[in-house]
């Protein structure tokens, strides 16, 4: 094996300077139209290459970079040898395997709190969700706070109630935390389920969208519980995919974000990621044989609809966190 060469400014440019989509290409990827500057790689996760930058995100991981970047990140190599891989050096060229959802190792859910004020006063007072939505979701052990940290939990179980998926949020607006447990499965969704048997689901993003296109429904004289609503933790649709493996549904709707104000790292104008991935997977479930439609949230996300709603038709009361005492 040849030595590493030396780490010179001049191997690092020439190292990062290796086409992506051609490198990914050779090792394996099959590569499809991701939108008008990128290209999406299947069975990956969310994997996307851009055709003007030389680089990579990863929706799944929440990963991004230049070829340097991507050899460290999928072939788990130190920053030498991933300059070393890209200069033709005789490091190993196995070829990755496809994207699954990770299943080494069991999920432990955080410690409880012993009251879930905290988590309470978030979602109503700052992110507008209905108490009744909450609540619901709190006594089916769907959400809870964390102990210590205060953070909002999410949880999606599998068919037998084990946990598969756990999703945490910071309730402090100002400094935004957002984690998936060690663990966590994505493939089993957060699922808010309907009163009686129901064949049309709702898709989102993440949870709290999922809580608000229901707090929505709600405010619109609509009964919430009437039809599934399940959150893909991503633009990933293998939750999805598990939910009608294992229910009896006939429509889906499709109500992801609205990114049409989705920027690149250097403030160049990106896809609308999320209408992009919404109208590709219409298309593949129609073929499949479900109806299909999309919902596209006016703002953002359903989240920010709903927060702007509120800020306009309710008046702006007071509210604390000492005026939530949620003890389940």
Known sequence: MKPYPN?????IAQANNTNLIDFARSHGYILQNGGRRALHAKQSGGLYFFKDSNKYYHFSTDTHGGPID????FWNRSFKEAVAFLLGSEIPRFTP?????????????????????????????????DPEIMSHLMHEKKLFQQSKTGNCVFVGYDQDGVPKYCS???CNPNRP??????????SYPFHISPRHISQRIYVCESPIDAMSHATLTKLNGLDWRADHRISLGCLSDHAL???LSQHTINEIIFCLD????????????APNWGQEAAFKF????????YQTSIQTPHNKDFNVDLVSLRQITEAKSPIHEEDFDYEL
């Not at 991507?70 to 990140?73: A, G, I, K, P």
């Not at 496809?98 to 006063?121: C, E, M």
């Open 7 to 11: 780490l010179k400014k001049s191997y």
């Open 70 to 73: 991507f050899v460290m990140q």
């Open 97 to 129: 395997l496809p994207y699954s959802p990770q299943t080494a190792g069991q999920l432990i859910l955080p410690d409880k709190a012993s009251n879930y004020r905290r988590v309470a006063w978030y979602l109503v007072h700052v992110r507008g969700i």
């Open 168 to 170: 945490m949020r910071g």
């Open 177 to 186: 935390f957002k984690q998936d447990r060690e663990y966590s499965n994505k």
């Open 241 to 243: 995919e598990r939910f």
């Open 258 to 269: 609205n990114d049409y104000n989705a920027t690149y790292r250097d403030g160049s104008p």
């Open 282 to 289: 219409t298309h593949k479930y129609d073929e499949l044989g």
